[in-house]
């Protein structure tokens, strides 16, 4: 599975930080919806891949873990940092938990919303994998 932690510039002075993410620079698809998850309690959200879509997942403040599963292979990764981002651009299973009191997820996706881009049972997922081969690892 490639890597899909990424790391933001911080433009830090005495008055604080500052993270700026531009289309065509840090991000590479043009942004149609953002979205934020707060107020989380202690139970896993996710459990979903996605067949269209490109997302950046930032959590500006707090901290959350996220597995990615390419249906071979995966990966924990603790978004613990708002400079630290995950990437995601093919379909991959993901789960988040182990939410923050703090914790605020920011999505910034390629795409409005549609129910029907979601694959939710991970047979589905797997079965979605057999039969578009260019996803597969
Ligand atoms: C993802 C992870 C990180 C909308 O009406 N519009 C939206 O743009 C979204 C994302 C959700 N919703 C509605 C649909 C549900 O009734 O909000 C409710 C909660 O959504 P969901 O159960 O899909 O939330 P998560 O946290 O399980 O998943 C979300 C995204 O759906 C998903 O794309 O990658 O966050």
């Given at each position: 599975m490639i890597d899909n932690l990424k790391r933001l510039k911080t433009f830090t002075d005495e008055r604080g930080s500052l993270i700026s993410i531009e289309v065509g620079n840090e991000i590479p698809f043009i942004v149609k919806r953002l979205y934020y998850i707060f107020n989380t309690k202690n139970l896993p959200r996710g459990f979903h891949a996605h067949k269209n879509l490109e997302q950046m997942l930032i959590c500006v403040s707090g901290s959350c873990d996220i597995k990615l599963d390419d249906g071979i292979n995966s990966k924990v990764y603790k978004?613990?940092?708002?400079s630290k981002y995950l990437y995601i651009n093919k379909p991959l299973w993901r789960e988040i938990y182990n939410f923050s009191k703090d914790c605020c997820l920011i999505v910034l996706a390629n795409e409005l919303y549609d129910k029907n881009d979601y694959i939710n049972s991970y047979e589905e997922y797997i079965q979605f994998l057999e039969e578009n081969n260019e996803y597969k690892s």
């Open positions: 978004l613990n940092d708002p």
